[in-house]
Every structure is written in structure tokens, then in C-alpha cells.
């Protein structure tokens, strides 16, 4: 827990497929956790379902991944203020460093 959410964080390889946005709900309700982090598949994602958030921060160094064939290096800070989190997510894209900003509010 930080602040007011519980995040739970797996690597990944038990997601059956791998990054399944179904089988992450299902470990999310098993963690009953507001922010769920998951990795393996070295691809950014970020999204809002049914009021959690889940994210993968990719792979910082842009390693392979046996399901995409063009990765782009990312990796992400997240700020968690009371009910909110803002998500930064760095990528280098084309040689330049690219910040986007997501944020989460607790429902």
C-alpha cells in the first residue's frame, strides 16, 4: 500500500496470454489491488478498467520480446498523491526522449 492504493505487481509469465487485459483482471481481483503492474511482455501499456489501473512500464533497454518485433525502450515514474497517481512514462522514440503524463484518480 502507498498512500490510499494497494498495488500489486506480478513479472507477467502467468498471464495466460501474456498481457491478457482478462487474465490481468483476474489477478487483480485475486491481489484486490487498486494499481496492478505487470511486465514480461518488454511493451508499454497503460489503461483504466473497471476502476483499476493497470500498467507495464516496457523494458528500459528496449529487449526482446518474443511477441513484438519493434520495441521502444520506456520505463515509468509514478507519482501517488492522496487519491491520485500521475503516471510519467518515458520513451525514446527516434533518438529523442518522449514524457507522457496519465493520470489515475482513486473512484
Same mark, same amino acid.
Given at each position: #500500500? %502507498?498512500?490510499? *492504493?494497494?498495488?500489486?505487481?506480478?513479472?507477467?509469465?502467468?498471464?495466460?496470454?501474456?498481457?491478457?487485459? &482478462?487474465? /490481468?483482471?483476474?489477478?487483480?481481483?485475486? /491481489?484486490?489491488?487498486?494499481?496492478?503492474?505487470? =511486465?514480461?511482455?518488454?511493451? *508499454? &501499456?497503460?489503461? &483504466?478498467?473497471?476502476?483499476? *489501473?493497470? %500498467?507495464?512500464?516496457?523494458?528500459? #533497454?528496449?529487449?526482446?520480446?518474443?511477441?513484438?518485433?519493434?520495441? #521502444?525502450?520506456?520505463?515509468?515514474?509514478?507519482?501517488?498523491?492522496? #487519491?491520485?497517481?500521475?503516471?510519467?512514462?518515458?520513451? /525514446?522514440?527516434? =533518438?529523442?526522449?518522449?514524457?507522457?503524463?496519465? &493520470? *489515475?484518480?482513486?473512484?
Amino acid at each position: #500500500t %502507498v498512500g490510499q *492504493f494497494r498495488i500489486g505487481v506480478v513479472h507477467g509469465h502467468q498471464v495466460v496470454p501474456w498481457g491478457d487485459a &482478462e487474465s /490481468l483482471m483476474v489477478i487483480n481481483r485475486q /491481489l484486490d489491488c487498486d494499481i496492478l503492474i505487470s =511486465g514480461h511482455t518488454h511493451k *508499454f &501499456e497503460a489503461y &483504466e478498467q473497471e476502476g483499476k *489501473f493497470y %500498467v507495464n512500464p516496457g523494458s528500459a #533497454t528496449g529487449a526482446y520480446s518474443a511477441l513484438e518485433t519493434d520495441i #521502444t525502450p520506456s520505463f515509468i515514474l509514478m507519482d501517488i498523491q492522496s #487519491t491520485t497517481v500521475v503516471t510519467y512514462v518515458y520513451q /525514446l522514440i527516434e =533518438g529523442e526522449v518522449k514524457v507522457d503524463r496519465i &493520470e *489515475f484518480k482513486k473512484p
